[in-house]
């Protein structure tokens, strides 16, 4: 992949996310079939993202569910890069400034307790890597046109990503089974959304494997204190300002979010 297209379709993400207007998709300068083009794409715009003084805290999983590959049409997870700035906390209200077209996921987050370094990792590996498990919800935010996506753009888009919600009661992994986990989100208190641990690449704990082997074996590997959001349980949904999201996940808890209206809050500060 020449430099001048990486260098092109970088350029084009960067400037929709900074104006928060959705830009064309980048297939016309990263083919579909050139996932190492995108991830190039991507890592172009992450390392100027730590230049400019982001922090990296983890990665994200994506694309693990069947449901959610069938909505954006792609067969294989990906992965995005998660920055500090990007995380709130169970309940907070979530800033609409900067979102785009948002929607909403629930799903299994693992904070890491040791390094996942080696070339090819097992379960056993990420289970003793694990310090604990939470629940989150992740906001995921295309600045692909109205989600016009490809694998390849959503791969360059930082696997979509965009804000993520963190549970605050730590779960060991011994007093849970993600396989068998049991999802449900409701939005504004209507359930919306459903799933378990087994959507997700059969287990939570499969799609941790295959990120940590990915990541090692370019170099980059998962490391003590990573978040991991390990992909979605169930269907995302689309949020709009106002809206409030609760995912329930048996033997995790839950975890909570809702989005800041811009027009109320306009109206509180002039008032």
């Not at 400019?52 to 995005?80: M, S, Y």
């Not at 080696?118 to 295309?142: G, K, R, W």
């Not at 993600?178 to 499969?206: D, F, Y």
């Amino acid at each position: 992949m020449p430099d001048s297209a990486v260098a092109a379709a970088a350029e084009r993400l960067r400037i929709a996310a900074e104006a928060g207007e959705p830009c064309e998709p980048i297939r016309d300068l990263i083919p579909e079939s050139d996932l190492g083009g995108a991830y190039e794409v991507q890592r172009v715009n992450t390392q100027l993202a730590v230049a400019a003084g982001r922090r990296i805290v983890g990665r994200k999983i994506g694309l693990t569910n069947p449901a959610v590959q069938a909505q954006l049409g792609v067969d294989q997870p990906d992965f995005g890069t998660l920055f500090a700035e990007m995380a709130f906390t169970d309940g907070a209200e979530v800033p609409w400034t900067g979102l785009i077209q948002p929607r909403i996921e629930a799903e299994v987050a693992l904070v890491l307790g040791a390094d996942l370094d080696h070339s090819t990792h097992t379960v056993v590996d990420v289970i003793n890597a694990t310090a604990y498990a939470l629940p989150a919800l992740e906001i995921v935010d295309s600045r692909i046109r109205e989600w016009d996506i490809r694998i390849t753009d959503t791969i360059a888009d930082n696997g979509s990503s965009a804000r993520f919600v963190l549970g605050t009661k730590p779960v060991p992994l011994e007093a849970v089974d993600l396989r068998s986990v049991q999802m449900t989100m409701s939005l504004n208190e209507k359930e919306v959304s459903s799933g378990s641990g087994a959507a997700c690449l059969g287990n939570p704990l499969n799609a941790a494997c295959w990120l940590a082997d990915v990541l090692s074996q370019s170099g980059d590997p998962l490391g003590k204190g990573d978040i991991v959001l390990t992909g979605a349980l169930g269907p995302m949904v689309a949020v709009a300002p106002g809206d409030s999201v609760e995912a329930a996940i048996t033997g995790l808890g839950t975890c909570s979010a809702s989005f800041a209206d811009p027009d109320r809050l306009r109206a509180a500060s002039e008032s």
